[in-house]
């Protein structure tokens, strides 16, 4: 679906979704990429939609696998700007992958072979010159959204017969468009008709200056020059400085970042609070959001008032700042709030660290950020995406420089965690060498560690138990607070296992453990949990193994880290298996496998462990019989993220239901249609959480989805469409 923005693309895309959706077996996909400005994370965001986060570097042959001869619609929107890598990416599926359908909306066509354009049209108004019988402009699309929108905001507004012909020509001058149609309307709340008509008059003519550029981008700028001169200056300053932002903010960000000259901090929620009422801005929950094309526009008022620079480097010394907070503050009890701020803000962030790509001398302020940031790209699972900024940020500047030693040991453990020993090798072995340039002793004891997990992962274990030991050495040398010890022995504990040293382990990993609890932390001492189980069974002492492990997997679930949570339920597995109960290891092991490609490699790909994975593997097939076992792992193969860790805890669970009923035809998961209808329902977030056994973030995550997809801004728009589909049906 071609056209410019504004135009409708999104919605009408939706619509056809919804439509289409009961031949697709395995459902349809929305992959929105308008906050996405990195070709190279394309793959990995496709996989995200599909609750598969893989490796910032995912391969177009991953997606291909996890797609295969799956029946679905793959819907791109957005894509104008990642034209390029969406037509490589879409002729990849679309070869090797029979039963996929692409939808794509974008400015400009893929250009691809086998592509169908269709050309979205305006929404229809009558000819010049037809005049629709009195009563009957609404069945036109744009009048009837103006009607709509005017009345959503204004509960008083109505359109009289006498004035149908004036909304028909404001229609008309707006060329149908919807964005520029539901800007107009929020005007009619201070204007009425016949003056809203004279005041578009004249701004909608304005000339872009572009004269090459299509009429409809002219028009929808002049939709916006509409808008921006019915705000306050107070209030534009805002707009164009808000511009910055990637994926909304918060008001905390909103207001260290666009203070300055011309807008004190005092005033800036005033303008916010104008711009959400004239609806340049959305509130969604907490944070802040403009739609793209607002956003564009924002930023070429910024070029133009000269501030661009002065903006961006308050954007990057707040997200810089935020950095630094998870650097000093993941250790302990704000460490899941913490977390969750960067989360929300991944897109900035992301925005942040490649302004330090591409703005002179800030590519060492990027090497702090995405070092300090270590804390987030492991417990979040994401330390692929960690390792991608950071092999760039070193690749473009290879200068000797403090910052520079901390980017190497953090980029070469992300490299050891995800089996690029080689790579990791080298890494730290540049650390080690550039560190005492600058007096580093902790960057040294970091890189001493990672060395060792590389060592652990590639299967040399009495290496890695060497690295290891002289790691935890010079941790504790360095003395305070220090979170890099408790991961270094959490990481010599899980060596010590291996080679069957169970006293010498449990030992290290209680020390572990009260480093965690002394701080509050929940992360790591949830991998001590884990890891003492994993002792407790070697030691054969199955019960208190079920026991530990079942508490880390719980600690896991609760802070969310699903590739914890597949390592958790792998150790599960094996002490279920030795427990008597082959049927339901086998389901359990089964189940990590399949989870273990969307969350990367299955045990971090260490040698050793996934040779343990298949012996226990092997053990539950034989106890078993063929036909039991390949039921047991059929079984294990269905069950979502969700589902597993409830099974795994022994917490009530069902076969997923077929959905009927009014959430249907939706273009939602199962999971959003689930937690929708529980919306609708009235519950509140925290009660969606309770009932559902996932944690509240994750609720949240959800919830934004859903109102994403729908196009909706509020709850009470779900629970009234689930109403008006229940009393039709």
């Known amino acids: 679906m071609t056209g410019p923005g504004g135009v409708g693309k999104t919605r009408l895309a939706l619509h056809v979704a919804r439509s289409a959706q009961p031949p697709f077996r395995d459902g349809v996909w929305l992959v929105p990429l308008a906050e996405l400005t990195q070709p190279d994370l394309l793959v990995s965001t496709i996989m995200s939609t599909f609750g598969t986060p893989g490796p910032a570097n995912a391969a177009i042959a991953e997606l291909v696998k996890h797609v295969g001869d799956r029946q679905m619609l793959l819907v791109l929107d957005n894509c104008e700007h990642l034209a390029l890598a969406c037509a490589g990416v879409t002729t990849a599926l679309l070869r090797h992958c029979p039963n996929l359908r692409v939808m794509a909306t974008s400015r400009e066509p893929l250009r691809i072979e086998g592509e169908a354009l269709f050309p979205v049209p305006p929404l229809s108004l009558p000819e010049p010159g037809e005049g629709p019988r009195p009563g009957a402009a609404q069945r036109y699309d744009a009048v009837a959204l103006f009607v709509e929108r005017a009345s959503m905001l204004n509960p008083d507004f109505a359109v009289p017969e006498a004035d149908e012909q004036a909304v028909i020509e404001l229609c008309r001058r707006l060329d149908g468009l919807p964005l520029a149609i539901e800007l107009a309307a929020a005007s009619t709340r201070w204007l009425p008709i016949e003056a809203l008509s004279l005041q578009v008059n004249s701004p909608l003519t304005l000339e872009s200056g572009n004269r090459t550029a299509p009429s409809r981008q002219q028009t929808l700028r002049a939709t916006m020059d509409y808008s921006y001169e019915l705000c306050s200056s107070r209030a534009r300053t805002l707009w164009a400085r808000m511009s910055v932002f990637r994926g909304g903010a918060d008001l905390d960000a909103i207001e260290h970042i666009c203070a300055g000259k011309d807008l004190q901090v005092d005033d800036v929620w005033p303008a916010l609070a104008e711009l959400v009422d004239k609806s340049v801005v959305r509130l969604d929950g907490r944070r802040y959001r403009m739609l793209e094309t ?353 099974y795994a805890l022994g917490e009530k669970t069902t076969e997923p239901a077929t959905t009927t009923g009014p959430a249907a035809d939706l273009p939602l998961t199962p999971r959003e249609r689930e937690v929708a209808q529980l919306v609708a329902s009235g519950k509140s977030n925290k009660d969606i959480a309770a009932e559902l056994v996932i944690a509240a973030r994750t609720v949240d995550s959800h919830v934004e989805h859903i109102l994403m997809k729908l196009n909706f801004t509020s709850r009470t728009q779900v629970a009234v469409l689930f109403a008006a589909q229940q009393a039709s049906s």
């Open 294 to 646: 607002v956003r564009h526009y924002g930023e070429d008022l910024l070029r133009a008032r000269g501030q661009e620079h002065a903006v961006r480097r308050a954007y990057l010394r707040h997200f810089a700042g935020l950095a630094t907070a998870v650097e000093t503050g993941w250790f302990g009890p704000d460490q899941q709030a913490l977390l969750g701020r960067v989360l929300d803000d991944q897109a900035n962030v992301r925005a942040a660290l490649e302004f330090c790509l591409t703005e002179p001398g800030q590519i060492r302020v990027g090497l702090r950020m995405a070092s300090a940031l270590f804390g987030f790209w492991i417990g979040s699972g994401r330390p692929g995406e960690g390792r991608h900024w950071l092999g760039r940020l070193l690749a473009a500047d290879d200068e000797p420089a403090p910052e520079r030693v901390p980017a190497l040991w953090t980029n070469g453990f992300f490299a050891a965690v995800g089996g690029e020993t080689s790579a990791a090798r080298a890494l730290l072995g540049q650390c080690v060498q550039l560190a005492p340039l600058f007096h580093d002793e902790a960057s040294i004891a970091h890189a001493t560690v990672s060395r060792g997990v590389a060592e652990l992962f590639e299967g040399r274990i009495e290496e890695a138990i060497a690295h290891l030991e002289e790691g935890v050495r010079l941790e504790r040398r360095l003395g305070g607070i220090n979170p890099h010890l408790a991961d270094a022995c959490l990481k010599l504990g899980l060596a010590l296992c291996y080679c069957g040293q169970v006293d010498r382990a449990v030992a290290i990993l209680d020390e572990a453990q009260a480093l965690c609890a002394g701080q509050g932390e929940h992360l790591l001492r949830s991998w001590c949990s884990v890891f003492l189980g994993l002792a407790a069974l070697l030691d054969e002492r199955i019960p208190d193994a079920v026991v530990l492990v079942k508490a880390g997997l719980a600690g896991k679930r609760e802070i969310e880290t699903e590739h914890g949570m597949i390592w958790a339920v792998e150790i599960l597995a094996w002490a279920t298996l030795a427990g008597g109960d082959a049927e339901r290891a086998a389901r359990l092991l089964s189940a990590c496998e399949t989870r273990s490609d969307e969350v990367g490699p299955l045990l971090g790909g260490s040698k050793g462990l996934l040779e343990w994975h298949h012996r226990y593997l092997g053990q539950a097939r034989e106890a078993l019989g063929r036909r039991a076992f390949d039921a047991a792992v059929e079984h294990g193969r269905r069950l979502t993220i969700d589902e597993l860790v409830a």
